[in-house]
């Protein structure tokens, strides 16, 4: 008998549910990341979740091309 891989997200009503409990200054700025790289609100919590806990975790940075990143 084979297994199933399973894959585990964040769901979008959990991460509803999460970016509610967050200080408001720290929601704002989740939610503005996810549109400015459009991508979904619980994408980025993963992602950002994933660095803290691991620097070398991969990063939406390290996703998008070269020619799409901003010199700061």
């Not at 994408?43 to 070269?66: K, M, N, R, T, Y």
């Amino acid at each position: 008998m084979q297994s199933a891989t399973q894959t585990h997200h964040l769901d979008p009503i959990t991460a509803q549910a999460f970016l509610e409990k967050l200080p408001e200054h720290i929601r704002e700025a989740l939610l503005a990341r996810a549109a400015e790289i459009d991508y979904p609100i619980e994408a980025v919590l993963e992602s950002e979740i994933a660095s803290s806990l691991d620097p070398d975790a991969l990063s939406f940075a390290d996703c998008l091309p070269s020619s799409s990143r901003t010199n700061a």
